[in-house]
DNA sequence: TTTTAATTGATATTGAGTATCAATAAGGAA
DNA sequence: TTCCTTATTGATACTCAATATCAATTAAAA
């Protein structure tokens, strides 16, 4: 803590499960060290995959409970498992790429501001909202330009 | 037809099959039916139990198919099978309420305007987006004024 | 320490969805 | 109409993700 530390949004996992009243454990700290070293989205078999110390129940609970400590999002994917990511962004929605699947995060106000213009339109109170953006990411257009279609 | 058809939406969807070069069968006109007949959104299973005369492969596969030719949405639910519901609008986004799940459709430009606007912040090229509102339903919210908590 | 309750993880189980494949039905051709 | 080819069906077995169970273990308060 060489300067005001405020400014540096804290990533760490497994003070947000202390926080909740759950122990530190070996277990926790295993999954949570790998979440954070790793940085990309991930799917919980991946996590199981990479650790096998660790029972794959625990690593689905220890994700269950991050996700309701809400530091880390749960991204709803079509015809796969759902995909996590650290949360380092208040509100924020996912940008997904359809080639890499590389997960990154946004926020726009517009996007905010559009929501409240809708609730005129909506037939009900608006109690959320979630949004995607589907993209082909820089890396993959950049691979795409080199190899094309002859790999 | 006594009046100028090109109005109203054909939901059609046996129709809809047979344009992608599928046979008109039994099966597929008694899922089809129900789920015309329905309007809202459902989950494959659900459609499988209410249609015990259809094996499970085929109300799935003819799921699939309507999903293919564009004929029904497809919407990705958090903790839960994906939904299915008639498209009717041709873009459009999704409300759901999240106390009884009932599904409706909404288009609204400036949601497209905004998607072009974050073109700029965004590193990659965008190739889809999907969004999802999250409401209390008037119904609901009327349930809930009435009943309250002492049902 | 000792004690108590939370946690773990091997295993069984559930549930959604797909693959297989012999039997059946659709629909064009004769 | 009848035949023939091919698509379709559906019972079954299977895969995969995720959860429930529960005895053994461990954290941390006393």
Redesign the interface.
């Known amino acids: 803590m060489t300067t005001d530390s405020a400014q540096k949004i804290e990533i760490n996992l497994i003070n947000a499960l202390e926080d909740r009243g759950l122990r530190k454990t070996s277990a926790r700290a295993a999954v949570t060290q790998r979440i954070e070293a790793a940085g990309d989205a991930f799917t919980a078999e991946q996590l199981c995959r990479e650790l096998p110390e660790v029972g794959r129940a625990t690593v689905y609970r220890t994700i269950r409970h991050l996700v309701d400590a809400g530091a880390l999002c749960?991204l709803?994917?079509?015809d796969g498992a759902?995909m996590y990511s650290v949360a380092r962004v208040e509100h924020h929605h996912h940008?997904i790429?359809?080639r890499c699947g590389a997960v990154?995060e946004?926020r726009?106000s517009?996007?905010e501001r559009?929501?409240r213009?809708?609730e005129k339109?909506?037939?009900?109170?608006?109690?959320?909202?979630?949004?995607?953006?589907?993209?082909?990411?820089?890396q993959?257009?950049a691979d795409n330009a080199k190899g094309d279609s002859h790999a």
């Open positions: 749960k709803p994917i079509l759902p940008t790429c359809s990154g946004f726009h517009t996007v559009v929501m213009s809708l339109e909506i037939d009900g109170d608006i109690v959320g909202h979630r949004m995607e953006i589907f993209i082909t990411c820089n993959c257009l």
